[in-house]
Every structure is written in C-alpha cells, then in structure tokens.
C-alpha cells in the first residue's frame, strides 16, 4: 500500500535537545511538507520541498531544520532554538503543480512533547 | 484577520440529523479550497477540491459547495462512524506557503 511513514508516534525532547522526526514517503511524490498543529489553530506550515536537495522555508520556520536528500525521505530536526516545540507535527506529500496546489497525503504524525 | 474561519467549532448531531459545515474565506484570489476529514491523533484525510463559484462535490453523505465567499459541507443522514474533525483549507495564489487552514469544525454523530 502506498503511502507516508511518520516516526516515532510520540516523542519527547529534554532542555536543549534536537530531536529528528521521520517521514517517508512512497507515492513518487515530489512535494513534500511538514505541517505544525497546536490546538485551536489551524495547520502551519514549517518547511516544504519541491525537488531533492531543495527547500524552502514555511511560515513558521525558525528553530526548525529538513534535508531532503532522496525523494523518499524528509526528515524533520526540532533544535534547542524552538522554545515551544509541543505540538502534533504532520508530514504531508503531494504531485508539484507550479499553478495551483494539490491535494495532500497526511502521514499519522508525531506528537512531541517537552520533558 | 483570519483568512479561512470555520464554524461552528463543534457540532452534535443525532444519528440522521442532517445539517451543513461552513467554511468562510476572505483571500481575494482563490486557487482551490479543500476539505479534509481528521480523526482524533491521526493526520488529514483528504475529501474534496473545489475551484470555482458555484461547483459541487459528492461522496457518500457528503456534499461540499463553494460559493465567492463561503464553502459548506452538507452531510445527509450522518451516522457515528462521521465523527472526526472537518478542514477547510484555501489557496490564495500559487506556491505551498498560499495554503491557509481553518481550525476545524468537530463533529459527534450520536447514535
């Protein structure tokens, strides 16, 4: 079946700690997203990538970092820079269509959590 | 102010009270508006693209409409395996970072 692997479900990170959060992906998709979802608020958007070996910032990257090294794969890294990192992280993918977006494959997320 | 606003926020239906979703939206240059379906502690299942005013999509109980301003997600007859959070999402423009999300609408089909 094909779709998008998030890892782990549930993380927690101590004072000062990275912690990478894992996507993959096999739907042959270009695009890939990471999403950020705090209660009461709708999804935003982290980091996005179009093409292996790019990316681009999102609205709310800072304290956040990605790679995206394979098309399968696009890891996200949370650094000790992001002071409120507690949220349900969501990894997304979808064809790249220049004009208009299309529709997004969600994986199951990861909800992390400050020790 | 709010580019995509949903209500309401929670809905409690009986099993086969119909009733409508809304989604409102004041971008100026729609691309596309989207509805997900999101169950608790998983991620968005998608449902619905609509492009323009006037366009209408079905699946099952579900039907979404859109108009220049508002969108609604009409559901027939729920049943309680329907309950999840609803989102609207729209695109202003071309590029990822043109999608805004709605907060959601938290639907309970009681049986």
């Known amino acids: 079946d094909g779709g998008i692997t998030q890892s782990p479900k549930y993380l927690f990170r101590k004072e000062g700690q990275n912690v990478t959060l894992s996507c993959e992906q096999n739907l042959n998709h270009d695009a890939m997203y990471w999403y950020r979802q705090d209660p009461g608020q709708g999804l935003r958007l982290i980091y996005y990538s179009q093409i292996v070996n790019d990316f681009q910032k999102g609205d709310i990257a800072e304290g956040y970092s990605v790679s995206r090294e394979k098309k399968e794969s696009f890891p996200l890294t949370v650094t000790s820079a992001q002071k409120n990192p507690t949220a349900f992280y969501l990894c997304?993918?979808?064809?790249?269509?220049?004009?208009?977006?299309?529709?997004?494959?969600f994986g199951s997320g990861t909800q992390l959590s400050v020790l | 102010e709010d580019q995509v606003t949903q209500s309401p926020e929670a809905l409690r239906l009986q099993e086969g009270e119909s009733s409508s979703l809304n989604c409102s939206y004041t971008v100026s240059g729609l691309r596309g508006l989207f509805w997900y379906r999101q169950d608790p502690g998983k991620g968005p299942e998608f449902l619905f693209t609509?492009?323009?005013a006037g366009e209408e999509k079905e699946k099952e109980r579900l039907k979404a409409t859109l108009t220049k301003k508002e969108s609604f997600l009409h559901i027939t007859a729920p049943k309680p395996e329907d309950s999840a959070t609803y989102l609207c999402a729209v695109q202003e423009g071309t590029g990822a970072n043109n999608l805004f999300f709605g907060t959601g609408t938290r639907l309970t089909v009681i049986p």
């Open positions: 997304a993918s979808s064809i790249w269509e220049p004009t208009r977006h299309e529709k997004l494959f």
């Open positions: 609509l492009y323009s």
